[in-house]
């Protein structure tokens, strides 16, 4: 499973924007279904984090 993050922080170091995805390429990790288990993959989903400091 892949993970990725590309982020963008401004000059003045106040303000950030990052990009994010988890299982990114959608890696399917969970276990096939038996009489007495289940577990389900995890599934991808992408993000977006902005970050803003104030003085």
Request: hydrophobic share 45%; charged share 20%; glycine share 8%.
């Amino acid at each position: 499973m892949t993970d990725l993050s590309l982020g963008f922080t401004f000059p003045n170091n106040r303000f950030d924007v990052s990009l994010v995805a988890k299982n990114a390429f959608n890696v399917d990790t969970g276990l096939k279904p038996s009489w007495n288990q289940y577990k389900p993959g995890i599934p991808r989903w992408f993000g977006v984090i902005v970050r803003a400091a104030i003085d």
